[in-house]
């Protein structure tokens, strides 16, 4: 990896994140709460969803977390939680589809601003297999934590 | 001849070891591929670039060597996967031999709770046909659960003896294992037929492919679910891959439901003093540092053989085991024991020849570069099952010549002039 | 500087690796090796001529091929034999890795009977130190058996709390098993004194030495049997070996006693289809085809480790490991997890580095070429232990040179800075 | 192995005693019958041990023996049979010890025709390790017995 690399990777959206994270801490009410790991290195997520509305038209109006992890990891648990609050699930599963295709194109996808927003910062990591996972942690938790919901609620 | 693989002599070109000579200068004619297969240089090189150039442990490591050597590693389990058409990937699970795949379910077995598990009371059918490895691990299993080993018996000519199949697999199996194809006498088992009725009764199907998977094209995803093992293993010594690695496949609801055999690094998901939780499959399956250099040979190997394509090495195997069944038939006092007709069995070829013990027929056979195996082949019970303590068994591959067989042939006539037979 | 391996730029000629330049054109700086060490030529070498001379399988080949594979093979375990000062050969078993030989000894303990058997009521201690591959193993042993695990704590100066060690080792004690030297804090462990606690109260130990045989000596014929480990493990590609091997030796009198683990070709005496008998050790554990190119490799690996002599290879580690303390104690805001004395540490330091995470500091040094591990290094008790999730790990081994503990400690700087610290 | 290396491992002698085995089929009186098997290759015999004298000095009175197997393994079972009946244990271990450092000297050892009789014509095996345990399986099997017996009485 050359220093250019490092600098992709390390986006100033990524670091402004990792020290300043957003809807981190965990809150109530939440209907399910999960706990992620990432095996290979250790990081850590607890994370909660509170969704309101209709079966089959959920809303995801809350998501709070608590995470110990790396500066991928930690900051794409505040962008995740910025792009889903407050959307309905299915819109919120969208993104969550489009920033996984991001992540295993291995560099190849470009990303949609308009659907990923802050997201399009990791851009950079899916060059970095191994970090991958990283940004991946807290997106699959929420999902593992949605679908409990809807299942439970069906 | 009709059949053989197209520029066989070029392929030979490939395994650097066919140009070896032996003592007093006599070429190799290398008749043990049953044993071991020889490797391409395409799979020595493979391994070498990465013991030269990308060697790093996986998995664990964050520095390009170790994303490299992780990639490395999983595309091998990719092309595996692919190789025997696996419906996921994921349920590839790297062993170190095909006898470490068959303990790993045998062992998890006992381990296991629910449905799956094995106890007391409950039935395991194998065979009289089967290799060592996939014997004794059901017998310890058995012994130590309390549940019973059973197994199909032979018939006079060299097949499974399904008269009483019924009595085999009733609602106390909990798990019927056979060989596809057997290392001593060639035969090719119906192991569709046999799955479809091991299911009927919700018994779990294992299949030792250790000889199939080198000559028969195998795509599992094609197979009717009815008639699909749950689990099978092979080797990947036999496939013109290197020692030190084996594969499990197995369905994912099963793999899911086993307990882990081995434990420790890798196969965990966290670990606390007082209790772990363990990763998902494959990973589950692969404690501690896993064979990396031998994945990559593995991978190179298996895409060797899909480069021939699977059909084309089925097709030669098929040819050359028709000559050399014709050969063999041309030597006075030679018997094989196993199935005469090519389309019914592989290219392992196990035989007896009157007046000479098979250790100085392989003995004599050496001393012309001819290389074959003598003894049990580690199929004790099939041998005594025909009343012979041992045979001599000739096996061919994908670089094996009608000329070889041609010097195999010249070779047993020596062999009995040698001892002053007729 | 006094205590390099002399002639260290000729020994790092050895290694092919060494030479590569990562992206961007920088050359490496492989701070790795706890993980993995890197390879000579000499034993890539060896397996390339195995695979392209002499490949075939051993033991049960009557060939010239065979006779050559199965001497090469079983040469392997008489170099490895003479590396540990084992006191027979027949008490080297292949396994596939250090992972492996540890299950081994858990899985068999589970199944033996007699003075060996681990039960209801038995007591296995550990520590809170080990890599997961000595823990999980006497997890599932225990639950599996309803006996109890203990465990020595960690004192906070990165030692083994010895301080309940009667408690711990009483007469319900069947099993003592630690590591030698810590793959995380680098720590060596008191092992004599520890063996001769256990034994007193007859209980059986178990040393982990996958990462001393890199670094220490080991004699085992010469130690005080009071002392003497019952059973040690490590692992073939940590002393410059390939993957795909690792070795436990064992006690004689203790292997003989433990009943098989894997079942299958190699580790049998006869095999009927209702029962059959074992072949004598090493074999009764070496079910199927062995790691044989593996075993090749690895005897050329201890070879040169022997070639370079272990005291000279101790005293290089300890040179370079005190060399990196001193300028790691030069770095603002970093904390080395592990004793600070060389004399009592080996050669893996594990730090944390204030204001940025592992993963980061690895993934900026990687961008310099400086390849260190960061994460639980698969031991997250003693990352529990001390309150912290994850650390970065920078190990080195006969090839470390004093510039590129320069080169790591100049790119933790640059970490510094890149994320603003300072 | 060349033509020239078989000839030295099938020696007329060896070729003879395969065809023509002496002291073959189990025979009455033994104190101690074994079963040895050579896992490798399976070959088997069952050997019986027949001693008389007293304890510290006894003599080997009969062995007799059952056996499958390769010519080496035959011819080996019956030399040693021609070696050790009549004589004291103490001389026929020393015989034993002969055969033993002959079978393992790789072919470097010179055998003593005066102590191992038609026993010399096995020098050429020494050189073929697969063939070794072939040869050494029935001596083995004796040694084995012998010692049994010999426990037994002590
Ligand atoms: C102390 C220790 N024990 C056991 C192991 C496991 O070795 P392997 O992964 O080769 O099984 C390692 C290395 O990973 C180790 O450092
Ligand atoms: C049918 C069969 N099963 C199992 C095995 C065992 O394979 P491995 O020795 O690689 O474990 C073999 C080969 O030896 C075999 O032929």
């Not at chain 1, 990303?111 to 899916?126: N, W």
């Not at chain 2, 990465?50 to 170790?66: D, I, K, S, W």
């Not at chain 2, 012994?143 to 000519?157: E, I, K, N």
Request: hydrophobic fraction near 40%; charged fraction near 20%; glycine fraction near 8%.
């Amino acid at each position: 990896m050359t220093a250019q690399d490092l600098d992709a990777l390390y986006q100033e959206i990524i670091l402004d994140h990792y020290k300043n994270p957003h809807n981190k801490g965990l809150r109530e009410p939440h209907e399910a709460e999960v706990h992620h790991v990432n095996p290979t290195c250790g990081d850590e997520v607890t994370l909660r969803v509170h969704l309101t509305g209709e079966p089959g038209a959920e809303t995801v109006a809350d998501v709070s977390y608590d995470a110990v992890g790396c500066s991928i990891s930690q900051a794409s648990a505040s962008v995740l939680t910025d792009l889903v609050i407050g959307r309905p699930v299915d819109e919120a599963m969208e993104i969550h589809e489009s920033f996984l295709t991001l992540m295993q194109g291995k560099g190849t996808v470009e990303p949609d601003e308009d659907v990923l927003e802050d997201g399009i910062a990791f851009a950079g990591v899916a060059k970095f297999p191994a970090r991958v996972k990283c940004a991946l942690l807290s997106w699959m938790a929420w999902k593992d934590a949605t679908a409990r919901v809807i299942e439970e609620k069906a | 001849m009709e059949g053989l693989l197209p520029q066989l002599e070029v392929v030979r070109k490939d395994f650097p070891i066919l140009e070896r000579t032996l003592a007093g200068g006599v070429p190799l004619v290398y008749l043990d591929s049953a044993n071991t297969s020889q490797k391409p240089q395409c799979v020595i090189d493979a391994m070498v670039d990465h013991l030269e150039r990308h060697n790093a442990n996986v998995a664990r490591a964050m520095h390009q060597l170790g994303a490299e050597a992780s990639a490395a590693f999983e595309d091998g389990r990719d092309r595996v996967a692919s190789f025997i058409g696996a419906p996921s990937r994921d349920e590839v699970i790297f062993t170190k031999n095909a006898s470490e795949a068959l303990n790993l379910v045998a062992h998890t077995l006992a381990w296991a709770t629910g449905d799956l598990a094995v106890g007391e009371g409950d039935r395991v059918v194998t065979t009289e046909m089967e290799h060592h490895s996939n014997i004794v691990p059901w017998q310890l299993l058995t012994q130590r659960t309390g549940a019973t080993l059973a197994w199909f018996g032979l018939t006079d000519d060299y097949r499974l003896d399904l008269s009483n199949i019924d009595e085999l697999i009733d609602e106390r199996t909990k798990v019927v294992t056979l060989t596809w194809v057997s290392n001593m006498l060639g035969t090719v088992n119906p192991v569709a037929a046999i799955a479809r009725r091991a299911h009927e009764v919700g018994a779990l199907v294992v299949v030792d492919a250790s000889q199939a998977a080198p000559q028969i094209p195998i795509d599992l995803a094609a197979m009717d679910e009815a008639e699909r093992p749950d689990l099978m293993v092979f080797t990947g010594h036999k496939v013109v891959g290197p020692t030190g690695i084996g594969v499990l496949w197995g369905r994912r609801e099963v793999l899911d439901q086993l307990p882990p055999f081995l434990g420790g690094g890798e196969m965990i998901e966290t670990v606390r003093m007082e209790r772990s939780t363990y990763a998902g499959i494959p990973h589950k399956f692969e404690a501690g540092t896993p064979p990396i250099a031998e994945a990559v040979g593995l991978g190179a190997a298996v895409d060797y053989l899909a480069g021939l394509g699977m059909e084309a090495v089925h097709a030669h195997e098929r040819t050359i085991t028709a000559y050399a069944l014709d050969g063999l038939a041309t030597v006075p006092g030679l018997k094989v024991l196993g199935p005469l007709d090519v389309a019914e069995r592989g290219g392992a070829i196990s035989f007896e020849l009157d007046g000479v013990h098979p250790h100085d027929v392989a003995q004599v056979l050496d001393s012309r570069g001819v290389a074959v195996r003598a003894g049990h082949h580690c199929a004790k019970p099939a041998h005594a099952r025909y009343g012979v303590q041992s045979t001599t068994r000739m096996s061919s591959y994908l670089y094996t010549t009608p000329s070889e067989i041609d010097a195999l042939v010249e070779a047993l006539e020596y062999t009995r002039s040698y001892f002053k037979l007729g």
